[in-house]
């Protein structure tokens, strides 16, 4: 790959936000990298930042991803 990687971070270093089901990492320029767990389930390993050029690699053990979310509740009609 080509990729130009500002820094390899552990998964343990990062946060994982369960509700959008999601890793994050501080970026220099303010904003936040991240990588969906989906992605890293489905072996990707570059997070990205949505303001910048720049990227990440999570270094991280397939089998120590958190559990799929599993939504028992009833889907919410939606008015057209």
Do not use: H, W
């Given at each position: 790959?080509?990729?130009s990687i500002y820094?390899?971070?552990e998964i343990e270093?990062?946060?994982?936000?369960?509700?959008?089901?999601?890793?994050?990492?501080?970026?220099?320029?303010?904003?936040?990298?991240?990588?969906?767990?989906?992605?890293?389930?489905?072996?990707?390993?570059?997070?990205?930042?949505?303001?910048?050029?720049?990227?990440?690699?999570?270094?991280?053990?397939?089998?120590?991803?958190?559990?799929?979310?599993?939504?028992?509740?009833?889907?919410?009609?939606?008015?057209?």
């Amino acid at each position: 790959m080509a990729e130009s990687i500002y820094d390899e971070i552990e998964i343990e270093d990062m946060e994982f936000d369960e509700t959008l089901q999601i890793f994050t990492y501080p970026c220099p320029c303010g904003d936040r990298f991240e990588i969906s767990l989906g992605d890293l389930r489905d072996g990707e390993d570059i997070g990205v930042c949505p303001s910048c050029s720049l990227m990440i690699r999570v270094i991280f053990e397939p089998e120590n991803l958190p559990a799929e979310k599993t939504d028992s509740a009833q889907p919410v009609p939606v008015a057209a």
